[in-house]
């Protein structure tokens, strides 16, 4: 059997702007490695989900992974907390957060992101001072800053179970059911949590949305205070004085091993906190890599290193590279073509410089669309490109969303993926 090689890259779909020709980022940037591969292989469309949804993360992955995400998924914010190391039991409540910023109301958000150059010293700096000063009246609770102006939190009800069926603070984002989905529209203001339809006469609901709102309140005040906002305000730069709260979550997925279902030996390496727990719970092993110097032409051949030396010990490896994402978000579609570029340059091109093609599937695909004219994900299909192996060119011209939209493969939901995979390496 061949081995496989799976790369996501994060927010790679968009749509096409009038500013790039009426070509997406993708589409403008210069990437003759992954047009070659898609060139000698078959490429398609991938709904990750399921039409009509615009995912986040953590649900593509899942099912990008091949397991139903309406069956197992419990929630962003178990995945987070677990993934960094805090308890999440059963009854518990569990959040992925933000840092952001507020005006003087406490209300109205001046940036959710706390202008992206939050560092990791300020936000375990704040991290402290909320586990220290901050309590709640009926509960305890764990908050850790993880990368950047993100963080996790646990609260954990003293008297009275808690449960996760409640509405988010953070108003970027809604909640079908237990899936977060991103809003294309919303009102800049901070949330108000509340059960959920169908939880309203819920107890534990009820509990954990007015915890988790005191949360809101009294983090925010600690916050306001701190010195570590007042020295980033008087250098002009945004007070990370708010935390945002989404996802929540009462117990930890119980996933069967990826193992036990495809008769795999899978190794992954993952830059963000909600892709790393997803692996652990699947029983992927954790692909060691150095930190992020922050130099794309230095961090990329070295991941591609490591991605080729791995390719030995494991049947086949998942690889997530968050680039392209961050800066769709910000609606700056420049950044976005360069970062794509850069993948291209000095990853693929390290990687099939040393990689046996001949004996290895290579799949290239995104975890959902993010799309630059609306800063948000949508519901738009991704690309996807198989190559290596022996799998046969099907006409490809190269890899793009125009491109994939002709190929072979024609479109697939993001967990056939693996089976097609799976199939192709046993030719």
């Given at each position: 059997m061949k081995k496989i090689l799976y790369i996501v890259l994060d927010g790679l779909g968009d749509l096409p702007l009038k500013e790039l020709g009426n070509k997406t980022p993708l589409e403008a940037?210069?990437?003759?490695?992954?047009?070659?591969l898609a060139q000698k292989g078959r490429t398609g469309v991938v709904y990750p989900v399921a039409k009509g949804i615009a995912p986040e993360s953590d649900i593509a992955v899942i099912s990008l992974l091949g397991?139903?995400?309406?069956?197992?998924?419990?929630?962003?914010?178990?995945?987070?907390?677990?993934?960094?190391?805090?308890?999440?039991?059963?009854?518990?409540?569990?959040?992925?957060?933000?840092?952001?910023?507020v005006a003087e109301d406490g209300k109205t958000i001046k940036d959710r992101r706390v202008g992206r150059n939050l560092?990791?010293?300020?936000?375990?700096?704040?991290?402290?001072?909320?586990?220290?000063?901050?309590?709640?009246?009926?509960?305890?609770?764990?908050?850790?800053?993880?990368?950047?102006?993100?963080?996790?939190?646990?609260?954990?009800?003293?008297?009275s179970k808690l449960?996760?069926?409640?509405?988010?603070?953070?108003?970027?984002?809604?909640?079908?059911?237990?899936?977060?989905?991103?809003?294309?529209?919303?009102?800049n203001l901070v949330s108000v949590s509340v059960p959920m339809p169908g939880y309203e006469n819920s107890k534990e609901a009820k509990e954990a949305a007015s915890l988790l709102n005191e949360f809101t309140q009294k983090s925010h005040k600690i916050l306001n205070e701190s010195l570590v906002n007042k020295k980033r305000v008087s250098e002009g730069k945004l007070a990370g004085n708010i935390i945002l709260s989404r996802d929540a979550g009462d117990h930890l997925p119980k996933f069967p091993s990826i193992d036990n279902i495809f008769n795999l030996n899978f190794g992954s390496f993952v830059q963000m906190p909600v892709e790393k727990g997803i692996a652990l719970l699947t029983g992927m092993e954790i692909i060691k890599v150095p930190d992020s110097t922050g130099h794309l032409d230095v961090?990329?051949?070295?991941?591609?290193?490591?991605?080729?030396?791995?390719?030995?010990?494991?049947?086949?490896?998942?690889?997530?590279?968050k680039g392209p994402d961050e800066p769709a978000h910000d609606g700056d579609f420049l950044k976005k073509k360069d970062i794509i570029e850069a993948i291209d340059k000095y990853f693929f091109s390290n990687l099939l410089a040393k990689l046996d093609i001949?004996?290895?599937?290579?799949?290239?695909?995104?975890?959902?669309?993010?799309?630059?004219?609306?800063?948000a994900h949508s519901a738009d299909p991704v690309p996807l490109l198989v190559s290596?192996?022996?799998?046969?060119?099907?006409?490809?011209?190269?890899?793009?969303?125009k491109a994939a939209k002709l190929g072979s493969i024609g479109e697939i939901f993001g967990r056939d993926i693996m089976p097609l995979l799976i199939r192709l390496a046993k030719e």
């Open positions: 940037a210069f990437t003759p490695n992954m047009d070659r397991y139903d995400a309406h069956k197992y998924y419990t929630g962003r914010g178990p995945l987070e907390s677990f993934a960094e190391g805090l308890t999440v039991n059963d009854a518990d409540v569990a959040f992925r957060v933000n840092f952001a910023t560092t990791t010293d300020e936000a375990t700096a704040l991290s402290k001072e909320i586990n220290s000063k901050v309590t709640l009246s009926n509960a305890t609770f764990d908050f850790k800053n993880t990368i950047g102006h993100r963080g996790v939190l646990v609260i954990r009800g003293m008297h449960s996760g069926w409640i509405t988010n603070t953070d108003p970027a984002y809604d909640r079908e059911g237990v899936f977060g989905v991103a809003k294309e529209k919303f009102d961090d990329y051949p070295v991941w591609a290193k490591v991605a080729l030396e791995s390719l030995k010990k494991y049947d086949g490896i998942y690889v997530h590279i001949n004996n290895t599937v290579v799949a290239v695909t995104a975890d959902h669309s993010t799309v630059c004219a609306i800063k290596g192996g022996n799998v046969g060119p099907d006409g490809s011209l190269g890899f793009s969303e």
